[in-house]
């Protein structure tokens, strides 16, 4: 199965996380608007984007590109993030396979991207374990990579209990930029 043919919902008793839609617009700006999420959003490569949305139309055009970037160009899929229990979307994970020719070739890159409210240990591994092993499955890779700035405090503490382990090895951009702070979790 080719996930950019066809996209499959990953779900547990708490979240839902399925292939981002316009309507998730008016929940995600709690997300993308909010300051405090800011430095957690991983913009590493992103040729200068830090996601910051100060309005609804903001929204509505990172969720029209997102979509491009996966139906079009097949670069990578945002996937929402939605509460089971509230039944709202209260972030997005990105996915894509890297090939690079450095530590994280054959690696899927996750970014994670969570409201405020929800950056927390157990939000954040509960997540981790619903998608890492499906997703190197479905990305066809041989490990997982996210970041977490030394700051990311609950993030970092969710990452080592999903058996994600910190790495030195930085990750090279396209630009020969070298960007820190990667975890990663390597196919049992």
Known sequence: MD????????????YRIRLIEPGDAEDLLTVYGDRLALPFFNSDNCHGANFYCRTLHDVEE??????VE??????????????LETEKTIGTLEMF??????YYDDCGILRIDLA?????????????DLVSVPFMTLFGC???????PIYAVERRAALAGAGYVAKRQP???HDGTHYYDYWQMPRA
């Open 171 to 173: 990750l090279i951009g």
């Open 116 to 128: 405020v409210a929800y950056e927390r240990e157990d939000v954040i591994h509960g997540i981790l």
């Open 97 to 102: 396979r890297r090939e690079a020719d450095d």
């Open 142 to 148: 041989a490990k997982i990579a996210t970041k977490a």
């Open 62 to 67: 990172s969720i029209k590109y997102w979509l």
């Open 70 to 83: 996966y139906h079009e160009n097949r670069g990578f899929v945002r996937f929402a993030v939605e509460s």
């Open 3 to 14: 996930i950019y043919d066809n996209c499959p919902e990953l779900c547990d008793d708490a």
